[in-house]
């Protein structure tokens, strides 16, 4: 069976084109914030945010500031290629960034999404490898989780059972250069 969350070459015998789920910025910000009610009123007490870049950095920023609960980032690396639509093989950073002497015990680890759900599933063995003795108690929150997913995330707001691609607001940043900002804000 192909697990429909794989990006093949549209060339390969077994594609199966997804379907497409477009997020605005004004979509990204509400959901972001309709996680932190349920995080909320689920009553955990958590005293470290770790989110997993770079499609966490955000959601991680934003709760941070909302949690008021220190941020450490733990750089993350799996997706290349044509739109960067291209799964390879995972890259996690050596170690987390953090501005605390020691992480805390009740870890809140937050992403964009759970796709596959390898690159949540393998940073939590890596937290635990790294941190777990500092760890009692950890949880992981999204805002969007695939039915694909070989991991449950304790929260997300919206589940997908179809799979689709969700393009994020900030994709065209990843097609742009630097210099394309002159035609968009020229200089005076």
């Known amino acids: 069976m192909i697990d429909s969350c794989i990006i093949l070459f549209s060339d390969s015998p077994f594609y199966f084109p997804m379907s497409d789920f477009y997020v605005t ?4 910000h509400q959901t972001i914030e309709k996680l932190a009610i349920k995080i909320y009123q689920s009553d955990w007490k ?4 770790v989110c997993l870049a770079k499609g966490g950095l955000r959601v991680g920023d934003i709760l941070s500031r909302i949690f008021d609960i220190p941020l450490a980032i733990l750089a993350t690396s799996s997706y290349g290629g044509t739109n960067n639509q291209v799964r ?12 605390t002497a020691n992480l805390g ?12 759900g390898v690159t949540l599933k ?7 490898r790294q941190y777990g003795f500092y760890i009692e108690d950890i949880r992981t ?12 995330p304790d929260y997300y707001v919206t589940y997908f059972s179809d799979n689709p691609w969700i ?7 990843e097609q742009m250069q630097a210099a394309d900002l002159l035609s968009l804000h020229p200089t005076e």
């Open 25 to 28: 910025w004004d979509d990204y």
């Open 46 to 49: 958590f005293n470290q945010l």
């Open 88 to 99: 390879g093989s995972l890259t996690i950073s050596r170690d987390l960034t953090m501005t």
């Open 105 to 116: 015990s009740h870890v809140l680890v937050v992403d964009d999404l759970v796709d596959s």
């Open 122 to 128: 393998k940073s939590l063995v890596w937290l635990d």
């Open 141 to 152: 929150a999204v805002l969007w989780y695939k039915d694909c997913s070989v991991i449950a």
């Open 167 to 173: 393009h994020q607001p900030f994709e065209g940043y």
